[in-house]
């Protein structure tokens, strides 16, 4: 038996937006059983969903008024504004619910559970923090903020897109808040790994050779994470192991090698120079993460 059955009239859902993320939120709503509606801005996106039994509406207004609850999918906050505060769609929305999935700052999240709650509609705010050939998977994560009761009267419903939803809070915020501190790691990440990338072609050593020992590196990261959390919590930057001092020795040796190349080495300067700031305030006896305080400072 489908989750929806239990609700009284069954649950129907929209999908606003039909981007690669839209489609498969749409595509997990009606593997799961759920009457599914969708809409995007540029017609033709929804054909595949069509064909597997999606109603295509001809209006994002007419799309929310077909169902009960509206995910919302789409590539920022001002693509969601220009479709949910059209006049009709508003109207259409008073007295549903609306999950906006889509990644923005948390002032945006937050202005947007305001113009909700002035219209009269239920709002969730969220963010998906996997790729999309996760949705429907146990892989899937998703992030959640907004009225703790809207959250549980359609978490079985959410449950559809499979993976793990957390609610983090009541305050609407608090999900994009998780996402940009999330997405943050990643993207300085893989800026990093371009770089590297770049770095050991210039020295005849291809992707595939160092991919082996770049998942080695990778695999170092889950328990400094942990650790790193405790001291930049405390306060407490045992630099005991690795003293920042030494640390940014080898962030110098990185921007040599690079530039000697004609590698754009900016990135790596950056983090040298605040590892060398911190140094510069006394602290060269304290771990890298000592930095944290040095960013946070007002
Ligand atoms: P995109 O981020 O490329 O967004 C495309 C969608 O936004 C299309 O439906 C597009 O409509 C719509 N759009 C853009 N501008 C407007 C506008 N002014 N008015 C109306 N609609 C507009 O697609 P994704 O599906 O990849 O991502 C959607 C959201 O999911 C993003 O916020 C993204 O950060 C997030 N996300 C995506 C992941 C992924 O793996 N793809 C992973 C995690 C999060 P049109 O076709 O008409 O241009």
């Known amino acids: 038996m489908s989750t929806h059955a239990q609700h009284h009239p069954p649950v129907t859902v929209t999908v606003l937006g039909l981007g690669p993320m839209g489609r498969a939120l749409a595509g997990a709503f009606l593997d799961a059983g759920f009457t599914t509606t969708v809409w995007n801005r540029a017609p033709g996106r929804g054909a595949e969903l069509a064909a597997r039994g999606a109603h295509a509406a001809g209006s994002a207004r007419d799309a929310v008024a077909a169902s009960t609850l509206t995910v919302v999918c ?6 969601s504004d220009a479709i949910l505060r059209d006049e ?37 705010d969220g963010a998906i923090m996997t790729p999309a050939p996760s ?10 903020s907004g009225p703790r009761e809207v959250y549980d009267e359609y978490r079985p419903v959410l449950a559809a897109l499979g993976g793990t939803h957390t ?14 501190a999330l997405l943050d790691i990643f993207w300085t990440a893989m800026g990093g790994y371009a770089h590297a ?50 640390a940014a020795s080898t962030m110098t040796h ?3 090698a690079s530039e000697e190349h004609g590698v754009d080495a900016s990135l790596m300067r950056v983090i040298e120079g605040q590892a060398r700031r911190v140094i510069g305030l006394g602290h060269g006896g304290d771990g890298f993460i000592r930095v944290t305080d040095l960013l946070a400072r007002r």
Do not use: C, M
Request: negative net charge.
């Open 167 to 180: 609610h983090l809070g009541e305050e609407a915020g608090r999900a994009a808040a998780y996402d940009i």
């Open 135 to 144: 949705i429907g998977t146990k892989d899937a994560v998703f992030l959640h």
């Open 197 to 246: 990338l770049a770095v050991a072609r210039a020295e005849g050593i291809s992707g595939r050779e160092l991919a082996p020992f770049a998942q080695g590196i990778a695999a170092i990261f889950p328990p400094l994470f942990e650790t790193f959390a405790g001291d930049a919590d405390d306060g407490t930057y045992s630099g005991e192991i690795n003293p920042i001092t030494s």
């Open 88 to 124: 009709k769609v508003t109207a259409a929305l008073k007295g549903r619910i609306v999950v906006n999935l889509s990644a923005d700052t948390p002032a945006r999240a937050r202005d947007t559970a305001v113009w909700a709650e002035r219209h009269g509609i239920r709002y969730l």
């Open 74 to 79: 789409v590539v920022n906050y001002d693509a």
């Open 254 to 256: 990185v921007v040599h």
